[in-house]
């Protein structure tokens, strides 16, 4: 009797109790080669090799585990591109290179993500619709500010990731600065919405609401994007509770106007809203800190690193002002009135850029007008 082996090198290093390829052995015999694979014994080592008794068993393994590969790579795949928005038409899609590649400058995986296409199909449409080496046009002195829906692909956040998974691109625009064609905030309007019945509305995956409390799911929706800049949304919820936001660029700012109907037959209470700047694209205003931040109702502001700028955001009327220093983010939450049986409840917002060291001065022109 004796012994045949195969040897092969296992590529993996199981820790916590993954079985790998390790080590297979096999003891047969020239009599006995009637012998089944129920006789292998497979064992947990931390690296190893694995011994196979015959070669049509040795490739059996081995299609096993590039079958697992395959899988594991087109679930990775499957999860990467769960939250893409595949343009409709050759429009949609020239719209969204143009906003990713030139305005907010992705990357192609960034791009891939954002739209569930290849590589290859990302870079052959740049380069068929002139997008590869075009450059963002820079507003001038007298132009509104820039604001263009964000296109997801890229987390809008630095930190705190888990608290915003999958996040919705209906509830987002890009504000633009005013001294700076590649940093921009991504303004989330809104965030989320409570009521007195629970968590009603959110624009991302983290806590339940109402509706992921019996499975259901909202579908997704985008911006309409009217003349002038002017961006705008609505949504009915499944109980007729529907809401929408305005958001209309202007010389020296921009304006939110967020309104909620109530077609429910019951009066809505604490209607309290999330409004949430994140400044992960604001170059020198992305530090992870709120000692660069004051809180001031309705005003919430950022000043940069050189002490020169700031940005300023404000709702009314207002709940609370507060910042979360790990997304980082500036908040001035607002809250809608008590909304009977078929009223409109109504919001109004502000976000500006000001250069200046004069801050408590900028803040108390902003409240002459806002």
Same mark, same amino acid.
């Given at each position: 009797?004796?012994?045949? /082996?195969? +040897?092969?090198?296992?590529?993996?290093?199981?820790?916590?109790? &993954?079985?790998?390829?390790? +080590?297979i052995n096999q003891?047969?015999?020239?009599? &006995?080669?009637?012998?089944?694979?129920? $006789?292998?014994?497979?064992?947990?080592?931390?690296?190893?090799?694995?011994?196979?008794?015959?070669?049509?068993?040795?490739?059996?393994?081995?299609?096993?585990? $590039?079958?697992?590969?395959?899988?594991?790579?087109?679930?990775?795949?499957? /999860?990467?591109?769960?939250?893409?928005?595949? !343009?409709?038409?050759?429009?949609?899609?020239?719209?969204?290179?143009?906003?990713?590649?030139?305005?907010?400058?992705?990357? *192609?995986?960034?791009?891939?993500?954002?739209?569930?296409?290849?590589?290859?199909?990302?870079?052959s449409a740049l380069? #068929?619709?002139?997008?590869?080496?075009?450059?963002?046009?820079?507003? %001038?002195?007298?132009?509104?500010?820039?604001?263009?829906?964000? !296109? %997801?692909?890229?987390?809008?956040?630095?930190?705190?990731?888990?608290?915003?998974?999958?996040?919705?691109?209906?509830?987002?625009?890009? =504000?633009?600065?005013?001294?700076?064609?590649?940093?921009?905030?991504?303004?989330? =309007?809104?965030?989320?919405?409570?009521?007195?019945?629970?968590?009603?509305?959110? *624009?991302?995956?983290?806590?339940?609401?109402?509706? /992921? +409390?019996?499975?259901?799911?909202?579908?997704? $929706?985008?911006?309409?994007?009217?003349?002038?800049?002017?961006? @705008?949304? +609505?949504?009915?919820? !499944?109980?007729?509770?529907?809401?929408?936001?305005?958001?209309?660029?202007? #010389?020296?700012?921009?304006?939110?106007?967020?309104?909620?109907?109530?077609?429910?037959?019951?009066?809505?209470?604490?209607?309290?809203?999330?409004?949430?700047?994140? $400044?992960?694209?604001?170059?020198?205003?992305?530090?992870?800190?709120?000692?660069?931040?004051?809180? &001031?109702?309705?005003?919430?502001?950022?000043?940069?690193?050189?002490?020169?700028?700031?940005?300023?955001?404000?709702? &009314?009327?207002?709940?609370?002002?507060?910042?979360?220093?790990?997304? !980082?983010?500036?908040?001035?939450?607002?809250?809608?009135?008590?909304?009977?049986? %078929?009223?409109?409840?109504?919001?109004?917002g502000w976000l500006?850029?000001? @250069?200046?060291?004069?801050?408590?001065?900028?803040?108390?022109?902003? #409240?002459?007008?806002?």
């Open positions: 009797m004796h012994t045949r /082996s195969a +040897r092969l090198m296992a590529g993996l290093t199981p820790s916590g109790g &993954e079985l790998a390829c390790s +080590r003891s047969d015999t020239e009599t &006995e080669p009637e012998l089944k694979l129920a $006789l292998i014994q497979v064992r947990w080592v931390e690296f190893g090799v694995m011994k196979v008794t015959d070669r049509s068993l040795f490739s059996a393994v081995m299609l096993c585990c $590039l079958i697992a590969l395959i899988g594991c790579k087109a679930t990775a795949q499957e /999860s990467a591109f769960a939250n893409s928005r595949p !343009p409709v038409d050759d429009a949609d899609l020239r719209y969204w290179l143009e906003n990713m590649s030139v305005y907010h400058r992705f990357s *192609a995986d960034e791009m891939t993500e954002a739209t569930g296409l290849s590589r290859q199909e990302v870079a380069g #068929r619709f002139g997008l590869d080496k075009a450059q963002a046009l820079r507003p %001038g002195s007298d132009a509104p500010e820039l604001v263009l829906p964000y !296109p %997801g692909g890229r987390h809008p956040r630095i930190g705190f990731l888990e608290g915003a998974i999958d996040p919705q691109r209906e509830t987002k625009v890009s =504000v633009f600065t005013s001294w700076d064609p590649a940093s921009y905030v991504v303004v989330d =309007v809104p965030e989320a919405i409570w009521s007195n019945l629970g968590l009603t509305y959110l *624009a991302h995956t983290h806590i339940d609401t109402i509706w /992921s +409390r019996t499975n259901v799911t909202l579908p997704k $929706l985008e911006w309409e994007r009217l003349s002038n800049g002017v961006l @705008e949304t +609505r949504r009915t919820l !499944p109980n007729n509770i529907s809401f929408g936001t305005k958001v209309t660029p202007q #010389r020296n700012g921009v304006r939110f106007d967020l309104w909620l109907r109530n077609g429910t037959s019951e009066a809505l209470r604490d209607l309290r809203v999330q409004n949430c700047v994140m $400044l992960k694209q604001a170059a020198g205003f992305a530090h992870q800190t709120n000692t660069n931040k004051i809180f &001031e109702r309705p005003f919430a502001a950022v000043r940069s690193t050189d002490g020169g700028r700031w940005i300023i955001c404000a709702f &009314e009327p207002c709940d609370r002002t507060w910042g979360n220093e790990q997304v !980082p983010c500036l908040h001035s939450d607002p809250k809608f009135p008590d909304c009977a049986p %078929g009223e409109t409840q109504k919001i109004r500006s850029f000001y @250069e200046g060291e004069e801050i408590q001065k900028e803040l108390k022109r902003l #409240r002459g007008f806002f």
